[in-house]
């Protein structure tokens, strides 16, 4: 489908029909999508009707000005070099306000169409300057459809710390709408320790409220599976759940509450190599974050951060706060879920890897959850394939230390992790599913994702009952202490030693398997392939 000129000699930002002004290139709001025009847009898979629809039911949910009136926004699709016989079939789709059709055929029509809506006389300018100042956020219909959803999803319960997380929250919420000064609050707790079902819990009954509220992350993976998940019976809610990036050019204030879940991977800036030069602006992304709501909530495991240039820390967050004038609310969660609640295996895992003092501890055991070493990667996917067998969920992962290939021209995917006779491959890294891999996003949630390796980008987030983790030779156990050997990583964020020192890279690869360590629920098989580290966990962990 293409756009058409209805008058030419049309602006950079705008064609006249009489004295009316219509906006082309528009950003959605909260979104880094653009449209062409208003009136309608262009996407090569959607009915032209039903894309158009998407739009006006977009801009309702999220700006201001087109909330409060009734009928206020129409949808028109103008294909203005189709046919009528051309576009037979797209006819059969029935129209509404929110969605005409016209051909370049029927010119006429469509403009007695925009007369219909349009005053002739009285400008546009000033209406196109409201829409343009209008406050973006998520409007009371929408949020009544995702309160409605969530809830129909929702089967947490809150205890201890988690219960006192949530109330803070929506004490600081109703307290920023009394008039009392804006609040930050940062919760933080390792994995497993609730911080997703807060924001979740909170997602839904801020929206029961009518409170603008969005969620955010900075996972493409962990955002996909949410909105897949929790908009389940309704597209719209998952307009409700975005990326950390989104928020450039945000109203200030403009959110009441911006839940920003998984904050441990905040960013430097916004920016990427992709953006253009003239749109830089230098300014902090979490200092954008901390803007867009009344009442920010930054939920965090400080021991998650894995790339490099993440910086969402306790510190890092209050500290920049603070030097806004703003008050902040911590709390520190201390009850565990994830791997079975076991307490006793997080301990284990930090003191193995070097992130707590003390050193590493021989597994003493734990009703609530299994450790076991394989000696060959074969016997660990054996291992998880008999836990499936018995009706349980599992998944292998693996430090990024071997190649990661596009799948073939014929759709099946390449064994890139080899160790001895023993291959499998990688997860897939783009948005489709290829000879029944689910895509990347989907790996950890979809039963097809057994069977390809994940890596830490992939895993971090989610957990599943059985964890398979391979060890690669990125980090090595040698005489007492564990080695970081640079030259082992395939991760292309850890090629620079100019942007990754080896002493931040030797602290970051712990912190890559600290994650892929704690995603299981009822319990892990681990296995390195360098003789020496397999041999030092036997010993830690004892014989099945």
């Known amino acids: ?110 403009l007695d169409f925009l007369r219909s809506r349009l005053d002739p006389g ?32 929702e089967q947490f319960v809150l205890l201890d710390q988690q219960r006192l997380a949530y109330n803070l929250v929506l004490h600081a919420t109703e307290a920023a709408r009394a008039g009392d000064a804006k609040t930050v609050v940062i919760v933080s707790g390792g994995p497993g320790s ?24 900075g996972s493409r993976s962990f955002t996909q599976t949410l909105r897949q998940v929790t908009g389940r019976g309704s597209p719209r809610t998952r307009s409700l759940f975005k990326y950390f990036n989104q928020f450039v050019d945000a109203d200030r204030n403009g959110l009441e509450v ?12 916004s920016m990427s190599r992709y953006t253009p030069r003239q749109l830089r602006t230098g300014r902090r992304q979490l200092d954008e974050l901390i803007c867009a709501g009344r009442v920010p909530v930054f939920l965090l495991d400080q021991h998650q ?49 070097g992130l707590t003092p003390g050193g590493p501890l021989p597994w003493a055991g734990d009703p609530a959850f299994t450790v076991r070493v394989a000696d060959s990667p074969g016997e660990l996917e054996q291992a998880l394939r008999a836990e499936l067998g018995k009706g349980y969920g599992a998944r292998m992962a693996a430090g990024y230390c071997w190649p990661w290939s596009d799948p073939r021209p014929d759709g099946t995917l390449v064994n890139d992790v080899v160790i001895g006779d023993w291959s499998r491959p990688w997860n897939l890294r783009g948005d489709r599913a290829v000879g029944g891999a689910p895509p990347s996003a989907l790996w950890a949630s979809d039963p097809a994702g057994f069977g390809q390796v994940g890596c830490v980008y992939t895993a971090q987030g989610f957990e599943y009952d059985w964890n398979g983790v391979i060890i690669g030779p990125d980090l090595v156990w040698r005489g007492d202490s564990w080695r970081a050997v640079r030259e082992a990583s395939r991760d292309p964020d850890f090629r620079s030693r100019a942007k990754v020192s080896d002493h931040e890279f030797g602290r970051l ?11 299981g629920m009822l319990g892990t098989v681990i296995y390195s392939p360098d003789a020496d580290t397999n041999a030092m966990l036997r010993a830690l962990v004892g014989p099945h």
């Open 1 to 110: 489908m293409e756009f058409g000129k209805v008058v030419p000699n049309c602006g950079p930002t705008g064609f006249r029909i009489s004295a009316f002004e219509v906006m082309l290139e528009q950003r959605l709001p909260l979104s880094s999508r653009r449209v062409d025009a208003i009136l309608a847009g262009r996407h090569p898979r959607l009915h032209p009707v039903e894309q158009v629809r998407g739009y006006c039911e977009y801009l309702r949910d999220f700006v201001s000005a087109l909330q409060e009136v009734p009928d206020v926004i129409a949808g028109v699709a103008y294909l203005h070099n189709a046919t009528e016989m051309g576009v037979a079939q797209l006819r059969q789709m029935q129209e509404s306000a929110d969605g005409r059709m016209f051909t370049g055929q029927r010119r006429g029509e469509f």
């Open 122 to 153: 009285v400008s546009g300018a000033a209406y196109a300057d409201e829409f343009l100042s209008s406050r973006t956020a998520p409007g009371r219909q929408l949020l009544a459809v995702a309160a409605d959803e969530i809830r129909k999803r």
């Open 194 to 217: 609730g911080k997703s079902v807060i924001a979740l819990s909170l997602l839904g009954e801020l929206a029961r409220r009518g409170r603008t509220v969005v969620h955010a992350t």
């Open 258 to 269: 911006l839940i920003l879940d998984e904050a441990h991977r905040i960013r430097e800036t």
């Open 305 to 353: 951060v894995v790339r490099p240039g993440e910086l969402g820390t306790v510190s890092e967050i209050e500290a920049h706060a603070r030097s806004l004038g703003l008050a902040v609310e911590k709390i520190d969660l201390n009850a565990y879920f994830r791997c079975g609640g076991s307490e006793a295996y997080l301990e284990w895992v930090s003191r193995l890897l």
């Open 509 to 519: 690869v712990r912190n890559v398997y600290k994650v892929l360590l704690t995603r």
